[in-house]
Nanobody
Framework: QVQLVESGGGLVQAGGSLRLSCTAS?????????MGWYRQAPGNQRALVAT???????NYADSVKGRFTISRDNAKNTVYLQMSSLRTGETAVYYC??????????????WGQGTQVTVSS
């Protein structure tokens, strides 16, 4: 159905940086007003990391404020997550999503397949 493809995950040392990318199908991207990143570690629920609306409004989980930056490139139908000062506790599968904005969250979400981020000590 909807195509959301993530990339950029991998292995990084604690304190290091990674940039995740998510590219959406053009027709679907044009019909939504929010995209975001969520993450899920084994045994945990999928949790919000950051969201961004077509108007440029952003929202971040408290734990990542000041370290992560979400951005988008409308021409490429792509959303990015720049992650800095990574912590071992942030090892998880990171999922891109697209949907409708709702007070800093994304509702009626369509998900990508996820990309693994592993932060080593």
């Amino acid at each position: 159905q909807v195509q959301l493809v993530e990339s950029g995950g991998g292995l990084v040392q604690a304190g290091g940086s990674l940039r995740l990318s998510c590219t959406a199908s053009r027709s679907i991207f044009s019909s939504i007003n929010a995209m975001g990143w969520y993450r899920q570690a084994p045994g945990n629920q999928r949790a919000l990391v950051a969201t961004i609306t077509t108007g440029g409004a952003t929202n971040y989980a408290d734990s990542v404020k000041g370290r992560f930056t979400i951005s988008r490139d409308n021409a490429k139908n792509t959303v990015y997550l720049q992650m800095s000062s990574l912590r071992t506790g942030e090892t998880a599968v990171y999922y891109c999503c697209a949907g409708i904005s709702d007070y800093g969250n994304v509702r009626l979400r369509k998900w990508g397949q996820g990309t693994q981020v592993t932060v080593s000590s």
